[in-house]
């Protein structure tokens, strides 16, 4: 019986797809969301003409790779209602559920850090009149006529990423997880087909 054989490439692959997936849900946009969008369904669809092309395994994997990812995309992006007609199936899924949560646990501003050494050093210009740069720590004092010799840059704070964008990039990625999950299966199950001797 053979093992199972886990390659560089896969590891790498997965890797760079949690890395690129993490940034896309961090910085979600409506420009980032559609591209996302658009980028799974190119790749789906080019998985169909890849299925009709090739034979053996790799014609599994990518028939497999197809129907996962066009299955999960007609569950999410289907009109299709729960049993009691309040909402969509896709409120219903665990990776809606899971999409939701993360979201919660995005910071409602994307540099806060900033603002809050700049909002301190100002609190301690007003107590010691002696205002510090965070950035090289060097001292500058105010003057008699209010002036300083150092003023802290303003501080740009983006806005918080919408839920909408939220959602539609991460069932993409997710649409894109399931079908290579699903050819995986399938080209797994192709090979030990092949390798019962049949009677």
Known sequence: MRGFHFSLRWLFGIV???????????????????????SAAVVLLAAVPAASYHAGERRAFWAGFAFFGFAYLWLVCGAWQSHDGSGALRERLVTTDLLTRCYELLPSTQSSSSAN?????????????????????????????GSLTWAPTPVAVAPPVDRNDFLTTGHSLFAILFALLGGALTRRCCSRARAVPST
Request: aromatic share 6%.
């Open 117 to 145: 050494s700049t909002l301190a050093s100002i609190a301690l210009l007003q107590s010691t009149g002696t205002l510090v740069d965070p950035n090289t720590g060097q001292a500058a004092t105010a003057s008699g006529g």
């Open 16 to 38: 760079s797809f949690l890395a690129v997936g993490c940034g896309l849900l961090i910085y979600a946009s409506p420009f980032l969301s559609k591209l996302t969008a658009t």
